[in-house]
């Protein structure tokens, strides 16, 4: 069978491998031993080999070493050197920080010493201002007592002390619109109570302000400490005042013994007057009006008949005015230019001044759009509007006034032209316009507009503006303004002005004078309103008159006939009548008027003419001109002598003159 024969041969197998084994082992053993023979030859070999190799070795190591210290130290010496690199810079940047930061630092030193410079300045300052009252509150019994105090607390007055200042610099902040003569002394006096003496003063000022002198004498830089009174500029003088009363007092004849006494009462606007009957000083004091002198009063009370008259005049005014109003409405709406009318009146009497101040203006290319004339007749309607003059007839208060001229100063057709210059400036005045208000003597050089209109006049902020009389006299005072030109501001205290004005025609009536109504009423709202009047003193060169013309010095005249003085207007005022004033006007070159117009109506005129048949006559501009301009008006003057005493354009030589004696103009 098979598997016996397995097992058996497995068996037999098996137990014939035992012997192998031990003769393996014994085959390992030799073969160890060949191997330990062969090993310790190997060994030996190795041995050598190894010793070789460890030489070959230790020769790589060492040049490994040398290259790996050669890195190393290149590797560090360029490590050192990038991270040197890196350090400087940010050294660089931390030095220029350091810097910036120092720089800021001394800036802030500095700051720092000059806050407590300014510090120690300002708390010096202080100490020396608290010093200084100090040391003047300790003096304050020395300046008002020890010296001479010009006001003691025995005198029982109030004031403490005074000073004087410029004329001119006091009038440039205190214009109260009066003219103000240079001539007449240069400086004002000032009072002050304990309260408004002036800040700011040196300690010698304030002094010289409290007291009337020093017993050294001496000088303190500015006015010695003798009794002079301390001078000081407007703003300085003024500038711990909080209300300055201003009184004005006559500049008239030093020589009259003229006193002037302050009384702290309760007040009053105006000055009273006293003086001694006959001028005498054995004889008792009595109140006067201001208007009284030696010989005569200027200012007297209407008389019973005149304020009698005056009533009708208003009664009349007063039952049309609504009427009358209404039809000057439209009139003036078409009329005004720049809300403003240039106002005239005239009767036939005097309308070849009319005719001269229209045609003198057509010449010099002025424009007279804005004119309106209130004419007193219809006459002189007709010959303004023949000049292309708008016009307003007032036949309810007008048909009754006389058309002839008047022969002088104060008749019956003077006064009663008087009372048409009261109407009819009321009249635009009461509807809202601003106006220019102007007699018929008068020539442009200009348009007078522009000098009131313009917002960067020094003068802009008055109420009303007039041409200087030139007559200082009490009559016309405060203002010595020509009621023959003056320019209106329409608003409340003007509009009340000339309501005031229509109920004073007794005055006017009594006086034979418009201007000294108006002026005295101007006074009292001026007092009363706060009416602001600027008169335009003789002596600007814009505005001159009659007061030039006959009492100026001949200088002057001179500059204004060869054209060296510029003005805006002539106003031949102060002259007698009308024939002198034409007389005037020819000599002076400012007569524009033809010969054959003169004193005559419209109708004369253009029926004199080619029989009636004038044709449209076309001004420079191509424009119809009105029928009365062609025929009328001269384009260039007509000069004409008649004393060789009167200011004239050329040598009047051969004439006589108008006032006995007197020499040649020229």
Not at 17 to 22: C, E, H, I
Not at 142 to 170: C, L, Q, Y
Not at 568 to 585: C, E, P
Request: glycine share 4%.
């Amino acid at each position: 069978m098979a598997r016996p024969v397995t097992s058996s041969s497995s068996s037999s197998s098996s137990s014939s491998t035992l012997p192998s084994t031990s003769t393996s082992s014994s085959s390992r053993r030799t073969n160890a031993n060949a191997t330990t023979t062969t090993d310790n030859t190997t060994s030996s070999n190795s041995s050598r080999s190894s010793s070789s190799s460890r030489s070959s070795s230790s020769n790589m190591s060492t040049k490994q070493l040398l290259t790996s210290f050669l890195l190393c130290a290149l590797c560090y010496y360029a490590g050192s050197f990038t991270a040197t690199t890196i350090l400087h810079e940010q050294i660089l940047n931390l030095q220029t920080q350091l810097s910036t930061l120092q720089t800021k630092y001394n800036t802030t030193q500095n700051d720092l010493r000059d806050a407590k410079q300014q510090l120690d300045d300002v708390s010096k300052a202080s100490l020396v201002q608290t010093k200084l009252e100090a040391f003047q509150e300790e003096r304050k019994e020395d300046i008002t007592h020890s010296h001479s105090p010009r006001f003691s607390d025995k005198d029982n007055v109030p004031f403490m002390g005074m000073a004087k200042t410029s004329k001119k610099d006091f009038i440039d902040i205190f214009d109260y619109g009066s003219p103000v003569p240079e001539l007449h002394g240069s400086n004002v006096l000032l009072f002050y109570n304990e309260k408004s003496i002036p800040t700011d003063l040196t300690y010698e000022e304030k002094e010289n302000i409290i007291n009337s002198g020093s017993s050294n004498g001496g000088d303190n830089g500015n006015k010695s400490k003798d009794g002079t009174i301390q001078m000081l500029d407007a703003k300085k003088a003024t500038n711990n005042c909080q209300i300055v009363h201003v009184a004005t007092v006559p500049t008239g004849d030093k020589s009259k013994q003229s006193c002037l006494a302050v009384i702290q009462n309760y007040p009053n606007q105006f000055l009273q007057k006293w003086m001694r009957n006959n001028n005498a000083l054995s004889q008792p004091f009595q109140a006067v009006n201001r208007g009284q002198t030696e010989k005569s009063r200027i200012f007297r009370t209407p008389e019973s008949d005149k304020i009698q008259q005056h009533w009708k005049i208003l009664k009349q005014y007063l039952n049309t005015v609504e009427d009358v109003l209404e039809d000057l409405k439209d009139v003036a709406k078409r009329v005004a230019i720049d809300n403003t009318i240039i106002v005239l009146t005239c009767n036939m009497g005097q309308s070849e001044l009319l005719m001269n101040f229209v045609c003198s203006a057509k010449a010099r290319g002025l424009d007279v759009g804005n004119v309106l004339v209130f004419p007193t007749d219809v006459e002189t309607k007709d010959l303004a509007e023949g000049l292309g003059l708008a016009t307003f007839y007032d036949e309810k208060n007008f048909e009754d006034m006389p058309s002839e001229e008047a022969q002088h100063y104060g008749d019956r057709a003077f006064i009663a032209m008087m009372f048409a210059k009261v109407i009819c400036v009321q009249l635009v005045n009461h509807l809202g316009y601003d106006l220019l208000f102007q007699d018929v003597d008068i020539v442009w050089y200009k348009n007078p507009l522009d000098y009131f209109h313009d917002k960067s006049n020094p003068h802009h902020d008055f109420d009303m503006y007039f041409q200087d009389d030139g007559a200082h006299t009490e009559r016309y005072a405060p203002t010595s303004a020509n009621s023959g030109f003056y320019y209106v501001r329409n608003n409340a205290r003007t509009k009340y002005l000339f309501a005031s004005l229509l109920y004073a025609g007794d005055i006017i009536l009594q006086s034979h004078s418009h201007q000294q109504a108006l002026v005295q009423i101007m006074a009292e709202h001026a007092s009363l309103f706060g009416l602001r009047v600027k008169v335009l003193s003789r002596d600007m060169e814009e505005f001159p008159g009659g007061w030039h013309y006959h009492r100026k010095n001949k200088e002057f005249m001179k500059k204004v006939v060869t054209g060296e003085i510029n003005p805006y207007l002539f106003h031949m005022s102060w002259t007698k009548n009308k024939d002198n004033k034409v007389k005037f006007f020819q000599q002076m070159g400012l007569w524009y008027v033809k010969d054959v117009c003169i004193a005559q109506t419209k109708s004369t005129i253009l029926e004199g003419i080619d029989g009636g048949g004038v044709g449209v006559a076309l001004d420079e501009n191509g424009n119809e001109n009105p029928p009365l301009v062609q025929p009328c008006c001269l384009a260039e003057p007509n000069i004409v002598c008649h004393y060789r005493d009167k200011p004239s354009k050329i040598p009047c030589s051969d004439k006589d003159p108008i006032d006995k004696g007197k020499p040649s103009f020229w």
